[in-house]
């Protein structure tokens, strides 16, 4: 069993919301609402699928998988957020703040992998229609979902076993509304050179090469879509892969921006905004999608208003 090292700092602050703190109390009610109504809309998806039979099909199944990764995420950071707006500031254990971060890379991870098996789904759907239900059979869908969450969080326990063997001699101030690794990392005073590879490698292996993996499949399924003859055809096959590349483009998006937009030398953390779009935005606009742009979740949910309506 690994040994912690003793440490001068027992807990870290998170800092929130400071450079605008004015706005802070503000923030509270429209983030609680959002927060509500993602747990409602991803929720609904969950329960449309289980009970719905047309929407028993692959598709659907890794639709609620990607559900549960919003509620995972949006749950693990927003209530803590509110609590840090609410404070202006939140105490949280060294212990809390990786477990924090443990589960909040699980469900990131997670989301990409599982973007990834969907655009291989509609590659199949699309691209080789004769083959889909022999090959995308029930024995494939739970090995996808299955190594889609084990690989996360094996490599999310493999990263928090790097980060228990730092030191941490002050400040404890992370300044963020949700602990990242970037700032944990910032306030180590121990050598983190191994664990920024580490994480490297992984951002490689979880962001960089899903991502190429899509945009290749995505190459044949237009590809195919544009062979098509007829237009009914092509409305058809681009609207069972419309709803998904939105929400590619906008995780994505995100993520890439992320990683881009220089942080350093502001007085106002561009970086705390971009990841509310990620950890609060995104999971809420997700099902939304779904729901306006599939017109047998649409259908669905016209039905089962209709049934409690009468």
């Known amino acids: 069993m690994l040994k912690i090292n003793v440490t001068k700092v027992i807990e870290f602050t998170l800092w929130g919301f400071q450079d605008i703190e ?20 991803n929720l609904l998806i ?36 509110l609590h840090v707006l609410l404070k202006r500031g939140s105490k949280i254990s060294i212990a809390g703040c990786l477990t924090q971060y443990f589960f909040y890379s699980v469900s990131a991870s997670a989301e990409s992998l599982l973007l990834t098996v969907m ?24 090995h ?4 889609s969450w084990l690989l996360p969080f094996m490599v999310g326990v493999l990263t928090v076993l790097q980060i228990l063997n730092l030191q941490f001699c002050g400040p404890h101030i992370i300044d963020h509304y949700f ?9 180590s005073c121990s ?6 590879l580490t994480y490297f490698i992984l951002a490689i292996m979880f962001a960089l090469i899903p991502f190429g993996f899509i945009v290749c499949t995505y190459v044949f399924i237009f590809s195919a879509i544009f062979g098509i003859s007829s237009s009914s055809g092509k409305e058809k096959a681009f609207s069972t892969c419309s709803s998904h590349l939105i929400v590619v483009c906008t995780y994505y998006g995100t993520l ?21 779009l990620y950890t609060l935005a995104t999971p809420f606009c997700n099902p939304i999608i779904y ?10 949910l016209m039905k089962g208003f209709l049934d409690v309506a009468g």
């Not at 109390?25 to 509500?36: D, S, W």
């Not at 655009?119 to 739970?142: E, F, K, N, W």
């Open 144 to 147: 996808l979902v299955f190594w």
């Open 179 to 187: 602990c990242d690794i970037a700032p944990i990392l910032e306030l």
């Open 291 to 300: 729901s306006l742009r599939n017109k047998q979740i649409k259908k669905s």
């Open 22 to 41: 004015i706005f802070s109390p503000a923030l509270f009610v429209p983030f609680l609402l959002i927060y509500i109504l993602t747990l409602f809309g």
């Open 119 to 142: 655009s291989y789904d509609r590659y199949l759907a699309i691209c080789r229609p004769l083959h889909y239900t022999s090959v995308m059979d029930l024995r494939l869908q739970s």
């Open 46 to 81: 969950i329960a449309l699928v289980l009970k719905v039979q047309t929407l028993k099909s692959p598709m659907y199944f890794f639709l609620t998988q990607l559900s549960l990764c919003d509620i995972l995420l949006t749950t693990n950071t927003v209530p803590n957020m």
């Open 256 to 276: 890439i921006t992320i990683y881009m937009v220089p942080t350093k030398g502001h007085s106002f953390n561009v970086n705390k905004v971009i990841s509310l």
């Open 191 to 196: 050598d983190h050179n191994n664990i920024d």
